[in-house]
């Protein structure tokens, strides 16, 4: 079963549109992280975030801001007033304390393409 | 700073034959792993080391090895490519113990 799912496989939106997208995950440990991850045209990866079970609330960063609510297991991102430097692929990843590696699980990502 | 580095970000393979795709990191991190990338499947784990010495095998590690015998690289051999194996593999490293993940650039690998 896919543990970290991103149901949206591409968004489309004009330049100033809020946009957000959505990740669910599934874990049985009560210590796990998630993450986004950006992956713009270039190909390489840029972390955006870590957060952790323990902390629920809701971080912003500029225009980028993260929604955690475990009572849906969703860890939501938005960009206001999107940019068209903002398209790029997004991942949301999810790390689990289980055999203690936490080695992240990604989602299937999230293709964004902002028009101008 | 260096961070991770990959090596080669290119390359292209006939049926059968091997290669090694270099990864090094210069942070002293425990953590390192292999990832592919295939479209709309997203980050695949391949293998993954916690330390030196120690290796396990990750989602899709079939056709696939690795080794740690230091902290700062970890390779992945690809035995006998297949086309199946065309991918972009990514190499990442961590230290923090929460998954945190740095990346290399990326290697992109066709096999014909």
């Known amino acids: 079963a896919q543990k970290v799912t991103q149901a949206q496989t591409e968004i489309s939106v004009v330049e100033k549109e809020d946009v957000t997208l959505d990740c669910v995950y599934e874990t049985r440990d009560t210590t796990y992280y998630l993450f986004w991850y950006k992956q713009p045209p270039s190909g390489e990866l840029v972390f955006l975030i870590r957060?952790?079970?323990?902390?629920?609330q809701n971080e912003i960063s500029g225009r980028y801001s993260w929604n955690f609510q475990k009572s849906t297991s969703s860890f939501n991102f938005t960009i206001t007033a999107s940019q068209v430097v903002d398209s790029a692929v997004y991942f949301c990843?999810?790390?689990?304390?289980?055999?203690?590696?936490?080695?992240?699980?990604f989602g299937r990502g999230t293709s964004l393409i902002v028009h101008p | 700073n260096a961070g991770v580095t990959q090596t080669p970000k290119f390359q292209v393979l006939k049926t059968g034959q091997s290669m090694t795709l270099q990864c090094a990191q210069d942070?002293?991190?425990?953590?390192m792993s292999w990832y592919r990338q295939d479209p709309g499947m997203g980050l695949r784990l391949i293998h993954y080391?916690?330390?030196?010495?120690?290796?396990d095998q990750g989602e899709v590690p079939n056709g696939y090895n690795v080794s740690r015998s230091t902290t700062e690289d970890f390779p992945l051999r690809l035995l006998s490519a297949a086309p199946s194996q065309t991918s972009v593999y990514f190499c990442?490293?961590?230290?923090?113990?929460?998954?945190?993940?740095?990346f290399g650039e990326g290697s992109r690998l066709t096999v014909l």
């Open positions: 990442a490293s961590s230290g923090s113990g929460t998954g945190e993940l740095f």
């Open positions: 957060r952790n079970s323990f902390d629920e």
């Open positions: 990843a999810l790390s689990e304390s289980s055999g203690g590696s936490y080695i992240p699980t």
């Open positions: 080391s916690v330390g030196a010495g120690i290796t």
């Open positions: 942070m002293n991190h425990e953590y």
